[in-house]
């Protein structure tokens, strides 16, 4: 039987009919900004999420001070769960395990007592067996909580308050940093320094306009709780804060130790921010078994307290520094950590600032928190004067106050007539004790009465200048910075700034190669793969049907290999990226754009200290240093221009110092190789002329040497010098026919 899905009785009296497109915008722009301002986005006053500040004053509740004692994190999270933040425990107590931990937080707002987890990955114990209290940055972000410093709302069942704010004398947002995820937009602030935060807020209270260039020589970057060594560049930080968006690479700390005889060990010390230990080692282990890191021959973790990677070379010859690099290039002993400073401004509008934004949005809070003291306490004030001014009427007319309360019926009614007291005054004289009826007690009146009226005056003062108002804040910052300064140990800077090494970029990717002897073969058609080894007899390779051998050389698996086309491109592949194993590898056109109509005209191993020739079926041609001519992507480096039908034809090792071209019409040229020109792109210039046809075979030697071809038959002829001579001539010229003997195919190579 269907259930059906209408309503009872037809839906007339009970539903009626919405547009579900409107409905469900509605619904989920709610949902978007409930996760916006109520779970992902922080606070740029305090630097707090909903949950963390809900923690936090939870703790100030139950006194959890930071010189007190500890209290279950169970009942804790049992006081958050039922007065203030109605979701799930396990979610409130993993917010309140990180506000504790000192590798994941820079200044823990949580001392915790027990297992609160570790940097290697492991969880912390269940709520029921830890125990937690404040720490003193904590209390400096509730500071004034109870002086009607900030707005309080209702809960979430209407049967208390909770501030929606809190005073944040402590720079938080920046100084332990927060990420989050919202509907559409994302936020990732990285920790930074308390007491750099400190002198940059001091400067722009005196220059509110300061540029970020200006902040930048107080807060020079992040601060990670994991220290770590940040490389990057001064302009691309810069370039962060000025927008509020960017990323910091931070790297491992390491240092070299020798291990004796020469030998040494790299030893790690910290690691990035936010980067598990154990799936470090875990990676750099896999790495090993891929066998993808040849220099390095072990990975030991040695950690107790403080960690301590111990990293052994292959031998004592490696490059440490190369060694690091491709540790860096493979595994997270380099991470990048990303800066999107999306915040909640005003703890209404979210929206992504700068810099000085940040530091000047906490400081116009911090001046509205102070006034707002101020205020309460001048109210406060006000009203003991005015309770001290009832108590001295009643010192000066103490036998008549007496009389009044033993013999009238409404003693506060008669007392607020006869001496012109407020109710506030006669409620308070009414409620004198007895004992306080003494000669001594109208001088502490007085005295309390004279001291209240200066500290008022002293407020008014205060409330009327912004000029005193900044400098209250200034030195309550100066004294943040004192018990957070670099001289203490929380408050030492413990990320350093360094820039990235100069190392050989192609040395880097060697070291991540195991250097191998392999046979690269490529087929007429185009398929490409290595065999293992250096092979000396290639009769036995086998391709598929109606395919041959075309190329077949040794190699290493850390070397390059260079294709050149009949298109005038050139190719680079990794060896080691190339098929291998017993199958007939794969179409080379997969790995490379190549045209259709292009051909493979050349394949050979890169040396960047040699030259080629490269020359077109026209006859034209150039030298080109082999430096030049590796591709970084599938397109190739376009070298040789050359149109169809005219391609290019031969790319030759060049050596000696003369050129020997042969025609197709058999006439042969020798010239100085000085006579052709070195070029990185280009048609050439002319080799030889022709009539008809176009380019045979081309060649350089040492004409000293004398110039030598193989017959048909494998057998070798050298003409010296002296035999050459009516085949010398100059560069572009016809030549001659060739010597007797020369090969039919017109190939020097028979």
Known sequence: MVKSLVPPGGGDDKSEPVDLKSALEERYLAYALSTIMHRALPDVRDGLKPVHRRIVYAMSDMGLRSNGGFKKSAKIVGEVMGNFHPHGDQAIYDALVRLAQDFAVRYPLVNGQGNFGNIDGDNAAAMRYTESKMTAVAELLLEGIEQDAVDF???????????????????????????????????????HNAAELCDAALHLIKHPGASTEKLMEYIPGPDFPTGGVIVEGKESILDAYKTGRGGFRVRARWEREDSGRGGYVIVVTEIPYQVQKSRLIEKIAELLIARRLPLLDDVRDESAEDIRLVLIPKNRTVDPTILMESLFKLTDLESRISLNLNVLSKGRVPKVMTLSQVLLEWLEHRQDVLQRRSRHRLAAIEKRLEILGGYLIAFLNIDEVIRIIREEDEP????????????????????????????????????????LTVEKAEIESLLASDEKQWAMISWEIKEVKKRFGKETEIGKRRSTFSDAPDTDFEAIQQAMIEKEPVTVVVSQKGWIRTLKGHLTDYSSLVFKEGDELKFAFPASTTDKIILFTTGGKFYTLGCDRLPGGRGHGEPVRIMIDMDNDQDIVLAFVHDPASKLLLASTAGNGFVIPQKDITANTRKGRQVMNVTLPVEARFCVPVSGDSVAIVGENRKLLIFPLQDLPEMGRGKGVRLQRYKDGGIADIKTFAIDEGLTWQDSAGRNHTKTREELMEWIGERAQAGRTVPKGFPRSGRFTG
């Open 153 to 191: 709302r209702t809960t979430y069942d209407e049967d208390s308050t909770e501030p929606s704010v809190l005073p944040g004398a402590f720079p938080n947002l920046l100084a332990n940093g927060a990420t989050g995820i919202a509907v559409g937009m994302a936020t990732s602030i990285p920790p």
């Open 412 to 451: 506060k009614a008669e007392l607020m007539r006869h001496f012109k007291l407020t109710d506030l005054q006669a409620e308070s004289v009414l409620n004198l004790r007895l004992r306080s009826l003494r000669k001594l007690e109208e001088i502490e009146i007085r005295t309390e009465f004279d001291g």
